[in-house]
């Protein structure tokens, strides 16, 4: 389905934000709070399956993990339910009226493991956080929108400032998965402190715009392979293309 028939789709759907039931996939009969419009995959249960799969062969019970660019939270309950009532995962979700969806997701399907942290994630310098006017659209900052869409402030810190006085008296990460729509380096430069130190399993989502380079280079900087494994393969992909809107896992050198 391209791109245009599915904002023509979109538009007509529902807005109502509400809890529903998702009807298929591995989360089938979980409850997520969100709009047919905003995330209509989600609800169906077709979205991020070669991610789920991915996490159903990495992730342990009694782990804690980063869902970094949480959106409603789908990932995240997927996270939750492999990490189990021992494990915790943080969802970081800067729109503030989405991360309370996520909030209310945690409470319908009872996952006291997982913590809704609504900031955004990025490398602010010496200050520890910062304010900026970022465009959101359908529940999530998105930095690749060039035009349109509607501003609002968000709230962003680095995580080396913020694990510290997040994590009480355990800061061992055993994976991080990062899906910032294009803040991608910003991201990782605010954890260098924290990746290096714990050298997480480490999930990148890369959008448009992003210097590959950059990124490959910051990655192997804290001490990981800098060739990435692709989480969704592209036909005939044999060296990672490193594709927009793709997820690709690095691992610990």
């Not at 997040?166 to 998965?177: A, F």
């Not at 402190?193 to 989502?205: A, D, F, Q, T, Y």
Request: aromatic share 8%.
């Amino acid at each position: 389905m391209t791109e245009r028939l599915k904002s023509l789709l979109r538009a007509v759907l529902p807005r109502t934000i509400r809890p529903y039931a998702i009807l298929t996939g591995p989360l089938r009969g979980d409850r997520i709070v969100t709009s047919w419009h905003d995330y209509p995959a989600a609800i169906i249960g077709r979205t991020e399956r070669p991610l789920l799969d991915w996490f159903a062969k990495n992730v342990r019970l009694g782990e804690t993990w980063l869902d970094i660019g949480a959106h409603y939270g789908y990932t995240a309950i997927a996270l939750s339910r492999l990490v189990g009532a021992l494990g915790r995962v943080f969802a970081f979700e800067p729109m503030i009226s989405t991360a309370g969806c996520v909030a209310q997701t945690r409470r319908l399907n009872d996952l006291p493991q997982l913590s809704v942290v609504p900031l955004g994630l990025a490398n602010p310098g010496a200050g520890a956080m910062e304010m900026r006017r970022l465009v959101t659209v359908r529940g999530m900052v998105d930095s690749t929108v060039r035009e349109g869409g509607w501003g609002e402030a968000i709230m962003v810190t680095s995580l080396d400032w913020l694990w510290p006085r997040l994590c009480g008296t355990n800061g061992e990460l055993h994976g991080v998965k990062v899906d910032v729509q294009g803040m991608e380096l910003e991201a990782l430069g605010g954890m260098i402190g924290i990746l290096s130190k714990w050298k997480p399993k480490l999930v990148v989502e890369v959008h448009v715009d992003v210097d590959r380079a950059g990124l490959l280079g910051a990655i192997e900087s804290v001490g990981y392979i800098r060739r990435g494994v692709p989480i969704e393969p592209v036909a005939g992909e044999i060296e990672p293309l490193y594709v927009d809107d793709h997820s690709y896992a690095f691992f610990p050198a």
